[in-house]
Nanobody, 126 residues
Framework: QVQLVESGGRLVQAGDSLRLSCAAS????????MAWFRQVPGKEREFVAG????????IYTDSVKGRVTISRDNAKNTVYLQMNSLKPDDPAVYSC???????????????????WGQGTQVTVSS
């Protein structure tokens, strides 16, 4: 059974930093691209960051470039999202996702991801 379990979300103040983790099990983690998406109630899911299976390629949505870093540890089957200088428009449920294709670079499209976690809530107070 495939599981993606996110953790690390919490209430922080604007300007603070936060690291989210996503632990994967039951899938061939090390050969799949991984991504983080976020969603707020009433809005569509938004791509945040993606990383290739080997960690050599990363992509980010424009609104987080320079503030957010995605990384992975294939030995631990875990992908991370380091978020710095959190802003009032960053709050959302952050979910990780594993790509359907293997040996692939990440994309920003939810349709390219087959496994999803339940998400972790990030709240930012101003």
């Amino acid at each position: 059974q495939v599981q993606l379990v996110e953790s690390g979300g919490r209430l922080v103040q604007a300007g603070d930093s936060l690291r989210l983790s996503c632990a994967a099990s039951g899938l061939t983690f090390s050969i799949r691209a991984m991504a983080w998406f976020r969603q707020v109630p009433g809005k569509e899911r938004e791509f945040v960051a993606g990383i290739s299976w080997d960690g050599r390629s990363t992509i980010y949505t424009d609104s987080v470039k320079g503030r957010v870093t995605i990384s992975r540890d294939n030995a631990k089957n875990t992908v991370y999202l380091q978020m710095n200088s959190l802003k009032p428009d960053d709050p959302a449920v952050y979910s990780c996702a594993a790509s359907a294709r293997i040996w692939y670079t990440p994309t920003a499209y939810p349709r390219d991801y087959i496994y999803w976690g339940q998400g972790t809530q990030v709240t930012v107070s101003s």
